[in-house]
């Protein structure tokens, strides 16, 4: 059979269609009616990439076939599908080329072996959704175990080979055959160059026409098709039709995608793409739409109305279409979930269960001071002592029901040192100014000068009592923010001379004559970006523009260990809670899990589209979160290394994370100035808290969760009621369903304060154990 060149792409491949619950059948005996494709599908179906599954065998016909006859069995069977399918100009065209008359058609429809032939092409022949398959310019009918294609190219495209007459119904084995959705892929860029804007604006109208329920869902569709059609230009070599068509619908897109549409721009041919990782893995990894299963339904109508393959095949081949029943959602609703790179996330991606209770903590006996326990007592009236407590561990004997098991990863054996340190950090606790909107902390900022511009990383030990701050130099630089000076080790000869047994050997260690407010370390080679202390203050790690991680002792102020994994800059580096374990992030979009005493990572987390920025471990440090330039955040397993929740609603790259003290909740914030709550149990946004005019660099949480402090580069600090941003949740079953919520909003509600700077941008929060909070950032003259 000839190719034909008059109608433009409009027969699709008999294939698996994308609402089908099941693959087709095989091919059914003569006398049994072509099985219809079941058109409902489940909650939570997908919609698009489907087809991949290989072509159905049909029964070979009977040894008296002869090949002509078999041809124009085929050719019948071709037909009759056009027909059912609402193909008619196809069908004429077709008919006409095979001088076959409409009386013909019917009678061979009649015969047995044309009925074989119809009830083995496939079970989503009779559905008229067939037309939305993936290839664009080819009807496959699966005959006789081989496959027979015909082909309706638009003008100016090479056509379909179709198969030779001989092999139609012959000995060939459809394994010998490239399987159609493989032959079919391939075409799936021959669309006409000069009609993309047409189809492109053809949609436009249809959906700005559409109702406002609709009309807000659909919108979405705009950017992925946009970038997907001028990707598919740029690819095909059309450069100056992508010109056009990136002309005419670049300034239609939301305003979040200005930097992504900046990056698009610059691809003008088809090698830009090639050395474009951002551009390669949007055209690779499907871009996520959440979609009413109603809206679904009106859009795909006007495809197959319009007969628009060009754009199907895209929504097929790209997008990832998460349908859900229920009413569609609000303009403001898909707003607050938008703006990534790859969309939104797929709600089976947040329905993993979580462990994200606290582990109980260790109890060991150490009885209490009876200094500290007796108070000030002015008047010189017997001091009331207070009941000594048994154990430390006492406050949190019941165990979390939602925490893991306690031994779920192994953790690092508490010394005394750590035990000792538990009990200062409960004595303080009680000591612990109690925080609300009627009692907001004091803030403590703390100044770099001099700095010129160049601080790019700080840090506070939990005990407050060192900072570090890490430079473009390439200068790791810490001081100690107490009245006690840093100092270093005595020299291994006069370690020698020490009484290790007397009762103050810690300090005998120590080296007077090193004493200093400030100690400076040299080993990187590139800014350095992160910086870390250990929870028991022994150690400090860094992290730098060289692709290394550095551990410094703080004990010798020397470099123990180099980490190296990452090829490309490091970003963020932090400690566990537990210490002995630690997570990095880079421009390699990868984060990796490190354990002190191992040189290669534990676990690497891929999954990213864009560089890992920051990151930070659940206080249960069995959970890491990072943030990404793709605009996402996600939280990983420690034990598995699995993503368990994608989160999306960031218009820009996410540069400040912060968990709640309880663990249930996750603060986080980007360049687009605001900062975005979480519940990580059910895998919600449940709060936007807008109030900031530039990037959020710190967020942190007090010591009782009470107020979320959030610092910028627009020089101020603000604080936030956490109590009421979190009560009062409707996170009930349709909500964890449907995966969205109504945001109130009450950003003015929940500030409780602004603090500005003179010029100092703030790039790090910390709240001491009494809850005073500490604030850190270089001071810029601009």
Known sequence: MAALHEEPAEVAAVQPDPDAGTPPPPAVPPAAPPAAAPAATAEGEVAGGGGDAAPPKSAAPGPAASPAALDRQTLVAVLQFLRRSNLRESEEILRREARLLGDDLGAAALSPASAGLLAGSGSDADSGEALLGRGTGAAAVAIGGNVATVATSSPGVAAVPTVPPGKVGGAVVVEDQPDVSAVLSAYNQQGDPTLYEEYYSGLKHFIECSLDCHRAELSQLFYPLFVHMYLELVYNQHESEAKSFFERFHGDQECYYQDDLRVLSSLTKKEHMKGNETMLDFRTSKFVLRISRDSYQLLKRHLQEKQNNQIWNIVQEHLYIDIFDGMPRSKQQIDAMVGSLAGEAKREANKAKVFFGLLKEPEFDVPLDDEDEEGENEEGKPKKKKPKKDNVGSKSKKQDPNAPPQNRIPLPELKDSDKLDKVMNMKEAARRVRLGPECLPSICFYTFLNAYQ??????????????????????????????????????????????????????????????????????????????????????????????????????????????????????????????????????????????????????????????????????????????????????????????????????????????????????????????????????????????????????????????????????????????????????????????????????????LGTYMTKSTPVVHLHFTRRNLLLAAGAYSSQ
């Open 454 to 751: 160049g601080l790019t990383a700080v840090d506070i030990t939990d005990d407050s009592s060192m900072i570090v701050g890490g430079f473009a130099d390439s200068t790791v630089r810490v001081w100690s923010v107490t009245p006690k000076k840093l100092r270093s080790v005595k020299t291994a000869a006069d370690l020698s001379l020490i009484d290790k047994e007397s009762d103050d050997v810690l300090e005998r260690i120590m080296d007077e004559k090193t004493a200093s407010e400030l100690k400076i370390l040299y080993g990187h080679s590139g800014p350095v970006y992160g910086t870390s202390f250990s929870p028991d203050r022994n150690y400090l790690l860094s992290c730098s523009e060289d692709g290394t991680v550095r551990l410094w002792s703080l004990q010798t102020f020397t470099c123990l260990v180099g980490y190296k994994g990452h090829n490309y800059p490091v970003w963020d580096t932090q400690f566990s809670p537990y210490g002995y374990y630690f997570v990095s992030g880079g421009h390699d979009r990868v984060a990796r899990l490190w354990a002190t005493d191992h040189y290669q990572p534990l676990r690497i987390f891929a999954g990213h589209l864009a560089d890992v920025t920051c990151t930070r471990f659940h206080p249960n440090s069995n959970y890491i979160a990072t943030g990404s330039a793709d605009r996402t955040i996600r939280l990983w397993d420690v034990l598995n290394g699995n993503c368990v929740r994608i989160f999306t609603g960031h218009k820009g790259p996410i540069h400040s994370l912060a968990f709640s003290p309880n663990g249930r909740f996750l603060a986080t914030g980007a360049t687009d100035g605001r900062v975005l709550l979480w519940d990580i149990g059910h895998g919600l946004m449940v709060g936007e808290l807008k109030g900031h005019t530039d990037t959020i660099y710190a967020l942190r949480f007090s010591r009782d969760g009470e107020i979320l402090a959030s610092g910028s580069m627009d020089n101020t600090v603000r604080l936030w009621d956490a109590v009421k941003a979190f009560e009062d949740l409707e996170t009930d079953d349709f909500t964890t369903a449907t995966g969205h919520i109504n945001l109130p909003e009450n950003s003015q509600d929940l500030l």
